[in-house]
Antibody, heavy 120, light 110 residues
Framework: QLQLQESGPGLVKPSETLSLTCTVS??????????WGWIRQPPGKGLEWIGN???????HYNPSLKSRVTISVETSKNQFSLKLSSVTAADTAVYYC????????????WGKGTTVTVSS | QSALTQPRSVSGSPGQSVTISCTGT?????????VSWYQQHPGKVPKLLIS???KRPSGVPDRFSGSKSGNTASLTISGLQADDEADYYC??????????FGGGTKLTVL
């Protein structure tokens, strides 16, 4: 059964770069059938799509975050990563990684999420 | 892309039906049959309920149904149960491989 697990620092200082990794187990990240993505949820607020990546490295980002976001993939480790630069308190959120089927636009498998707090 | 518009809250009694709306534009909800719905209990991971406007993944009860008319998608929950009390989010494809979520709706089972 496919599982996704987020990892990374739980505390990031303002203006620094948030870095998270999602490890995929029970399946290959190199499948042409799926995209791999990130979604976040600020405390008490709704979900926000951040972006996704194909195993080839092709990426798509939320236009509102595009200038600060980089998603990358490391197929040899079955992992993909998120970097968000110049963070502020508004970037405090639970960050989820998730799987999306190619040619479809829904997330069917989600990680458990990891909380990232931006504070000095 | 602006967030899709959902009512902040809806409520219903056990056994009743409720409908949650999700209003977008002709560039997202109205343009594509790629609306999905997610259920999120407090402190839990979102769970896919509906994909492609009206398709239920395996294991999702048929009490949950989805539809779309114009720029508005809807999620209907029939035979309300206590465990349906949760937050519900819609999500739509908005072109150029971009996705947009709704603001979420809190369902209270009275």
């Amino acid at each position: 059964q496919l599982q996704l697990q987020e990892s990374g620092p739980g505390l990031v200082k303002p203006s620094e770069t948030l870095s998270l990794t999602c490890t995929v187990s029970g399946g290959s990240i190199s499948s042409s059938s799926y995209y791999w993505g990130w979604i976040r949820q600020p405390p008490g607020k709704g979900l926000e799509w951040i972006g996704n990546i194909f195993y080839s490295g092709s990426t798509h980002y939320n236009p509102s975050l595009k200038s600060r976001v980089t998603i990358s993939v490391e197929t040899s480790k079955n992992q993909f990563s998120l970097k968000l630069s110049s963070v502020t308190a508004a970037d405090t959120a639970v960050y989820y990684c998730a799987r999306r089927r190619s040619y479809f636009y829904y997330m069917d498998v989600w990680g458990k999420g990891t909380t990232v707090t931006v504070s000095s | 892309q602006s967030a899709l518009t959902q009512p902040r809250s809806v409520s219903g009694s056990p056994g009743q039906s409720v409908t949650i709306s999700c209003t977008g534009t002709s560039s997202d909800v109205g343009a594509y049959n790629f609306v999905s719905w997610y259920q999120q209990h407090p402190g839990k991971v979102p769970k896919l309920l509906i994909s492609d406007v009206s398709k239920r993944p395996s294991g999702v009860p048929d009490r949950f149904s989805g539809s779309k008319s114009g720029n508005t998608a809807s999620l209907t929950i029939s035979g309300l149960q206590a465990d349906d009390e949760a937050d519900y989010y819609c999500c739509s494809y908005a072109g150029n491989s971009i996705l947009v979520f709704g603001g979420g709706t809190k369902l209270t089972v009275l």
